[in-house]
């Protein structure tokens, strides 16, 4: 899971995977920006996220890097500028594949960031969807 800063979107993107499958899945998130390495979530996310039942407070910001496309068979990003940053460290053909947008149809998960906390539910909706879709895309 990939967005910006690995504070918002992408750390409960990669909570609510992880609550929806088996504990020999590996999923985890980064963001395309160094801003918030090492750094928890932003709290608002951390809310959001215990509210729905998911702790992601334990979770820390750290940076995509070009070995992620050795670990990892998917690789999900919440929109187009953070589609194209994960592409530019893409080396090979397969590596290309493996970079979608978590939502279908070319949308994008907008930043909730600026926003007040009804973005951060709104984005949890989207992406609570878009993580049962992957469940059910890879039978997982």
Known sequence: MVCLGNICRSPLA????????SLSTIVDSAGTA????????????????????????????????????????HI???????????LAQAQSTEDHIKVNLILHS?????????GGTEGFDYCYKLLDNACDQIVKDLNL
């Open 106 to 114: 070319h949308q994008e998960v907008r930043d909730p960031y600026y």
């Open 34 to 73: 160094a801003y918030h390495v090492g750094t928890p979530p932003d709290q608002r996310s951390i809310d959001v996220g215990k509210k729905n039942g998911i702790d992601i407070g334990h979770y820390r910001a750290r940076k995509f890097i070009k070995e992620d496309f050795k670990n990892f068979n």
């Open 14 to 21: 990669q909570g609510i995977l992880e609550k929806k499958v």
């Open 76 to 86: 999900y990003v919440m929109d187009q500028s953070n589609y194209h940053d994960v």
